[in-house]
């Protein structure tokens, strides 16, 4: 008897400990890591212009709007523990549209750069903040029909996701995206972590008891698949040992768009083909993009 006392006390403490680990590591996993901006808008445009503007659920975002043309716009979204424009990739693709002719909104996402918030939720919740910037644009006076979201990595993902809040923007770009939260979490997890593969499923409970983020509620294939009327050109490097290249192939087959494009570029890794294939990226993003307006 004294030995089954002992082994339940030490299992006892064995859940306990898991616990408290699982809110710790959950608390810590679904904060943000803020960029500071290190680059000016003028590397974009003398007549950049500073807006913030406020999402459905009350935050204030902050960023840059660039005019160019009143026909046409684009807004771009950053990735995870980036800035409206602190990578090359970002940088390259805002001025590729901006020589193209669009005018760009760039803005740091919730919990990011100078914007309000503190945690993510992998599109849950930022797909708010996409749509808020479309409602910006739409009140500069562009058409719905002449907006295009543009994103990268994480933010890739939830420029698809933003198409189920604003189902009438023209098309979108997801450039290294996740197609389920569920799968990347599972996928990605233990490496963000450093812990074994069977904490995650009581970080993932954690995070959402504790934070009300669930990965279940985060599937930018189903957005796709349920708006058909958006094309998607989705580019991912065969490479990308983050977000492994299943998922845009996923994205692809989620789509019956006739006009969606994936493009699997190879000898790179994750957001690497703007950098590998600067030329061919670019005229596959401008003729994708000129092709959808509407």
Partial sequence: MRVLRLGATALAALLVAGVVVAVYVADEVTRVDRAPLTRSFLVLSPTTETVAFRTSDGLTLRGWFVPVSKDKAAVLVHGKDTNRLSGDHALRVARWLRDAGYSLLLFDMRGHGESDGDRFSLGQHERKDVAAAVDLLVGFGFPPGRIVLVGESMGAAIAIQGVAVRHDVAAVVADSAYADGKAIVD???????????????????????????????????????????????????????????????????????????????????????????PEEYRSRLITFLDAQLR
């Fill in 187 to 277: 996928e990605a997890g233990p490496g963000e972590t450093g812990l074994p593969d069977q904490f995650t499923a009581a970080i993932v409970l954690a995070a959402k008891i504790l934070f009300g983020l669930d990965a279940s509620a985060v599937d930018p294939a189903a957005v796709v698949r349920a708006n058909p009327q958006v094309p998607v050109l989705i580019v991912h490097c065969d490479g990308d040992t983050l977000i492994d290249p299943h998922h845009a192939r996923d994205l692809r087959d989620a789509s019956a768009n006739a006009n969606t494009r994936l493009w699997m570029a190879t000898g790179c890794g994750h957001v690497g083909a703007s950098a590998r294939y």
